[in-house]
T-cell receptor, first 114, second 111 residues
Framework: DAGVIQSPRHEVTEMGQEVTLRCKPI?????LFWYRQTMMRGLELLIY????????DSGMPEDRFSAKMPNASFSTLKIQPSEPRDSAVYFC????????????FGNGTRLTVT | GNSVTQMEGPVTLSEEAFLTINCTYT??????LFWYVQYPGEGLQLLLK?????DKGSNKGFEATYRKETTSFHLEKGSVQVSDSAVYFC??????????FGDGTTLTVKP
């Protein structure tokens, strides 16, 4: 099993540009999560999906952020327009259903907005 | 609502020292409890878990026991190594799908 795959690993962009982060979850998993990690705020849940349907997007910071899951094997997180305060590591994770199922994290995308 | 409180870090130990990282939780229902570890430049990965009261999770010399009476899930290791240096997260999971994470504790082990 290849695990959760995220791309790109690193992204450097200028303020105002659109950024798209990509995630391929583990095949067969029911849930997909997008997290953001910074030194100041720690690990924050942005949004999560169950069977491709968004369940809770209350963590999405602003309308500049949007996430989609068009099918069971792909999800995107888009920031438009990007701002320097969006600089962070963005993680995608997936899991099976059930409270005893752990999250499987990708290695993250490190985003730098200048 | 659900919450997880972890011992504040950072924690610095010498090699072969005993490690304890405290974790307490507040939850409705019957959550499962997890410890995750994050090495530099990587995502979080599962270290161990326990799914019901009095269960003990263990892996790589680490242990934690699900204590319902004290709502705790403290992480312990008898003899840490330099390679254990990482950030450790306590978390709880519910049937609603969403996990609740603690703030993380940074462990540095010096030779």
């Amino acid at each position: 099993d290849a695990g959760v795959i995220q791309s790109p690993r690193h992204e450097v962009t200028e303020m105002g540009q659109e950024v798209t982060l990509r995630c391929k979850p583990i095949s067969g998993h029911d849930y997909l999560f997008w997290y953001r990690q910074t030194m100041m705020r720690g690990l924050e849940l942005l949004i999560y999906f169950n069977n491709n349907v968004p369940i809770d997007d209350s963590g999405m910071p602003e309308d500049r952020f949007s996430a989609k899951m068009p099918n069971a094997s792909f999800s995107t997180l888009k920031i438009q327009p990007s701002e320097p305060r969006d600089s962070a590591v963005y993680f995608c994770a997936s899991s099976l259903a059930g409270n005893d199922s752990p999250l499987h994290f990708g290695n993250g995308t490190r985003l730098t907005v200048t | 609502g659900n919450s997880v409180t972890q011992m504040e870090g950072p924690v610095t130990l010498s090699e072969e020292a005993f490690l304890t990282i405290n974790c307490t939780y507040t939850a409705t229902g019957y959550p499962s409890l997890f410890w995750y570890v994050q090495y530099p430049g990587e995502g979080l990965q599962l270290l161990l878990k326990a799914t019901k009261a009095d269960d003990k999770g263990s892996n790589k010399g680490f242990e934690a026991t699900y204590r319902k009476e004290t709502t705790s899930f403290h992480l312990e290791k008898g003899s840490v190594q330099v390679s254990d240096s990482a950030v450790y997260f306590c978390a709880l999971g519910t049937n609603a799908g969403k996990s609740t994470f603690g703030d993380g504790t940074t462990l540095t082990v010096k030779p």
